[in-house]
């Protein structure tokens, strides 16, 4: 299964966005041996996160209305945070992965959720500090990603929603919603 969606990756992403998603997978299994998640499901998830990020977001709506996908007004209106949830349904259409951890790891990677689970939080922190990150306060995030995963998640959370907000875009509710239920939690 991983080398199938290896080599398929080669097909359908660029060079660039393979390279990120392959230091994804491996920042992904490094923190699932910390917090002993299942290994190959951190893989799986993290290989498929941004499966569908190099197709032309001109599919991504056909691809919604024709298979009834559900979105929100936020993602309405910025079509690309669609990604997520696209490349979830890939996994389960075209790779028959029907673990439920997996598919929203996926679909929720892009703007988290409240009540994360390890996995979905896994994956999420991946994406945000994998080695290819260089922006402001990412070394902080990923020292404090091996020892709390919660801290790390509030840290990832608030500076991808100040990037979002410097760049005019409207922050996906679901995001505060995130931060709101992980500071609690800490
Ligand atoms: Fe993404
Ligand atoms: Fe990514």
């Known amino acids: 299964m991983i080398e199938l969606i290896k ?5 359908y992403l660029s ?17 699932a041996r910390i917090y002993n998640e299942n290994v190959e499901d951190a893989t799986i998830a993290a290989l498929l996160h941004d499966y569908v990020k ?12 024709k298979n009834n996908l559900k979105i929100d ?29 997996i598919l929203n ?27 290819g990150r ?13 020892k709390n995963l919660n801290k790390a998640m509030i840290m990832a959370l608030e500076s991808s929603m100040d990037y979002v907000k410097s760049m005019g ?3 996906h509710p679901l995001s505060i919603q995130a931060l709101i239920f992980m500071q609690k939690e800490v």
């Open 7 to 11: 080599s398929d990756l080669k097909k």
């Open 15 to 31: 060079l660039d966005r393979y390279n990120h998603t392959i230091r994804v997978s491996e920042t992904a299994i490094e923190l």
């Open 54 to 65: 190099c197709l032309d977001k001109k599919h991504y709506r056909e691809i919604i209305r």
């Open 73 to 101: 007004s936020v993602i309405e209106k910025n079509i690309g945070l669609a990604h997520g949830l696209i490349s979830a349904y890939f996994a389960k259409e075209k790779y028959k992965i029907e673990n439920m951890d």
């Open 105 to 131: 790891a996926i679909e929720y990677h892009t703007y988290g959720r409240p009540d994360m689970s390890t996995l979905e939080k896994i994956i999420y922190l991946a994406d945000y500090i994998e080695p």
């Open 134 to 146: 260089t922006f402001d306060g990412v070394d902080d995030i990923r020292e404090m990603a091996k």
């Open 169 to 171: 875009k409207e922050v």
